[in-house]
């Protein structure tokens, strides 16, 4: 069935460098949402985008959904020791299931 | 509102045994999802309702896995008997299905199963 690829799986960062984590579909998706858990918690829901080639910001990320609306990234800008944590790509498909992607562990080397 | 809340928090069994996890989602939401989650696999979709009514159940592993909503406020999964790959966090999500943030899950804090 359709899946939602991401890469990388880990990522070790130095504290104040950039950081981007990419999701891929084979198929078209009606939009895409990211999640964000921290070490030892649950998934929360950080964003949705929906229309093609939407860019938008929350602080230091940017979210941005590609025009053929199979791809999707999450750029975090300066990296902080708080970004630790997993990213998740997923799939609201058809408003119905959700699907995750594997996840992009990111770790900050203080 | 306190959001999904998931029983218990931990659990450590021995293989055979029944396992019994409890979610009680969002008042108001009607869909609900169970997920596990384990390292070599991430989060999977074990199965999901609408409405108190399973719409999808391909992704439960096999027969000993059980899931029930006999009502709006109230989920179980059950898995009989364990085994120790069984072994991982549970996780209960529900979303509205209508209005703002329709399609937005929330997650409980989830279970830790241990199956020795």
């Known amino acids: 069935g359709q899946q939602v690829m991401q890469i990388p799986q880990y990522q070790h960062v130095q504290e104040g460098e950039d950081f981007t984590t990419y999701c891929n579909s084979s198929t078209t998706l009606s939009n895409i949402q990211w999640y964000k858990q921290r070490p030892g918690g649950h998934p929360v829901f950080l964003i949705q985008l929906v229309k093609s080639g939407e860019v938008k910001k929350q602080k230091r990320l940017t979210f941005q959904f590609g025009e053929a609306k199979k791809n999707s990234s999450l750029h975090i800008t300066a990296t902080q020791t708080t970004d630790v944590g997993t990213y998740f790509c997923a799939d609201p498909r058809g408003y119905q299931k959700v699907t995750f992607g594997i996840g992009t562990k990111l770790q900050v080397i203080p | 509102d306190a959001g999904v809340i998931q029983s218990p928090r931990h659990e450590v069994t021995e293989m055979g045994q029944e396992v019994t996890l409890r979610c009680k989602p969002i008042?108001?939401?009607?869909?609900l999802f169970w997920y596990r989650q384990t390292m070599m696999r991430g989060l999977e979709l074990l199965i999901y309702?609408?409405?108190?009514?399973?719409?999808?159940d391909s992704g439960m592993p096999e027969d000993r896995f059980s899931a029930k909503m006999p009502n709006a406020s109230f989920s179980t999964l059950k898995i009989q008997p364990s085994e120790p790959r069984d072994s991982a966090v549970y996780f209960c999500a529900s979303k509205p299905g209508q209005g703002y943030g329709a399609n937005v899950l929330t997650f409980g804090a989830g279970s830790r199963l241990t199956v020795l």
């Open positions: 309702f609408n409405n108190n009514v399973p719409i999808d």
């Open positions: 008042s108001g939401h009607n869909s």
